[in-house]
């Protein structure tokens, strides 16, 4: 059964800080998607991961993909008050019909 | 704007009623997809549909019922409403069944 866990579950920073959240997925993947959710709001798309070693950089936000390890990182740099915010990672798998299994989101909180 | 419209944007209704929530997906996509997120809570997938038929089931009650149209518009249905049924119901598009998803921006159920 796919299991995608993400830690920390809570975190909250200081702006100007740097930080990563973790996305730990049990079986094969064939993508790695992250998603943000603003309070309330609805769910945006970030990062669509494909492949060992895929980097990709908005803004302050960079995620990773190493599929060895069956981790994805989402590295904050320099972080601003904006970027709080709850942030999930989701994996999808052939053998799962392409059903998205999601984390259970790191909500961020970055403090001026 | 993700291009996924969902109506109605709030609902309040009391216990034993039934309600029909729905979902528009973006122009091209085939795929649509039900999500129901409790307050602080992560993302319950319920179903999805692709082309007007059913491809994957998740954590559906047996209340719930779903069906994706020839025009390819969704409506989730929700009957026999229970206090704990009082959350936001997300729909999701996809160009097909395993690439990324568009989230509406959701319908906020209360159940009194």
């Known amino acids: 059964e796919l299991k995608v866990e993400q830690n920390p579950l809570f975190l909250s920073m200081q702006e100007g800080k740097n930080y990563t959240i973790y996305c730990n997925y049990s079986?094969?993947?064939?993508?790695l998607y992250w998603y943000r959710q603003d309070p309330g709001k609805s769910l945006e798309s970030l990062f669509v991961?494909?492949?060992n070693g895929a980097v990709k950089q908005e803004g302050r936000l960079m995620a990773s993909l190493d599929t060895k390890a069956r981790l994805s990182t989402l590295h904050i740099t320099a972080a601003v008050h904006d970027l709080s915010a709850t942030y999930f990672c989701a994996v999808d798998r052939y053998h799962s019909n392409y059903q998205l299994i999601w984390g259970a989101g790191t909500k961020l909180i970055i403090k001026p | 704007d993700s291009g996924v419209t969902q109506t109605p944007k709030h609902l309040i209704t009391a216990t034993g009623q039934r309600v029909t929530l729905r979902c528009s997906p973006r122009?091209?996509?085939?795929?649509v997809y039900w999500y129901q997120q409790s307050l602080d809570q992560g993302l319950q997938f319920l179903i999805q549909y692709y082309n007007g038929e059913e491809r994957a089931k998740g954590n559906i009650l047996e209340r719930f019922s779903a069906q994706q149209f020839p025009d390819l518009h969704s409506e989730l249905n929700l009957s026999s409403l229970e206090l704990g049924d009082s959350a936001l119901y997300f729909c999701?598009?996809?160009?097909?069944?395993?690439?990324?998803?568009?989230f509406g921006p959701g319908t906020r159920l209360t159940v009194t």
């Open positions: 122009s091209g996509d085939l795929s």
């Open positions: 999701a598009s996809s160009v097909g069944i395993s690439y990324e998803q568009y």
């Open positions: 079986t094969t993947s064939d993508r």
């Open positions: 991961l494909l492949s």
